[in-house]
């Protein structure tokens, strides 16, 4: 038998027993390339794409703009939300001057000592509503304050508004709650001597 290369449309011919006709052999149409096959083609390039579209996402979501503070508590719409913020000033000799122990300036950053050291930059603050826990936050860094008699640590926490109450809880501190119009103008809790 004479060799014939894949692509061929003749249909050779086997032989058959003895008294038969001969049986012929269906010959296979050639294959079309991977990338002329329309499936194929199209998964290939679905798949490109949607590489090309992580790869994009990535990078933007990747981009930091130096922003310090918690993130947003939800990404829908923000009209409905309202902001639990202010401060927690650890007072008396209970906190230190981290940048210039000797010589403490409003301003500088300071950490809590004398069994305050739960107040913290990254301490809990819980914000609660008539059903119960509605969001988390953080303390942020320590700064010293009120002409150097105080370590302040600022927190901001979005919640849902138009509830009737809410609580605020930092650390364990015990829980303080606060009406809508209370939190306003800010919150401003004191610990200390």
């Given at each position: 038998?004479?060799?014939?290369?894949?692509?061929?449309?003749?249909?050779?011919?086997i032989e058959a027993p003895d008294g038969e006709p001969p049986l012929r052999r269906r010959a296979r149409a050639p294959r079309a390339l991977w990338w002329r096959r329309p499936a194929v083609a199209?998964?290939?390039?679905?798949v490109v794409l949607a590489g090309a579209g992580v790869a994009v996402g990535m990078s933007l979501g990747s981009h930091d703009s130096g922003?310090?503070?918690?993130?947003?508590?939800?990404?829908?719409?923000?009209?409905?939300?309202?902001?639990?913020?202010?401060?927690?000033?650890?007072?008396?000799?209970?906190?230190v001057d981290t940048e210039q122990p000797t010589n403490s300036l409003t301003g500088d950053t300071c950490a809590t000592t004398s069994g305050y050291?739960?107040?913290?930059?990254?301490?809990?603050?819980?914000?609660?509503?008539?059903?119960?826990?509605?969001?988390?936050?953080?303390?942020?860094v320590g700064s010293i304050s009120n002409g150097r008699s105080?370590?302040?640590f600022s927190f901001d926490v979005a919640v849902p508004a138009g509830l009737s109450a809410y609580t605020v809880t930092i650390s364990h501190r015990g829980t303080q709650t606060f009406t809508a119009d209370q939190l306003q103008g800010g919150i401003r809790l004191t610990l200390g001597d």
């Open positions: 038998m004479e060799e014939r290369p894949y692509w061929t449309t003749e249909q050779p011919e199209a998964s290939a390039a679905a922003a310090s503070g918690p993130p947003p508590a939800s990404s829908g719409d923000t009209s409905s939300q309202v902001h639990v913020w202010g401060s927690i000033a650890i007072t008396g000799f209970n906190f050291d739960d107040i913290t930059q990254g301490a809990a603050v819980i914000i609660g509503g008539p059903t119960g826990q509605i969001g988390v936050g953080a303390l942020g105080a370590c302040s």
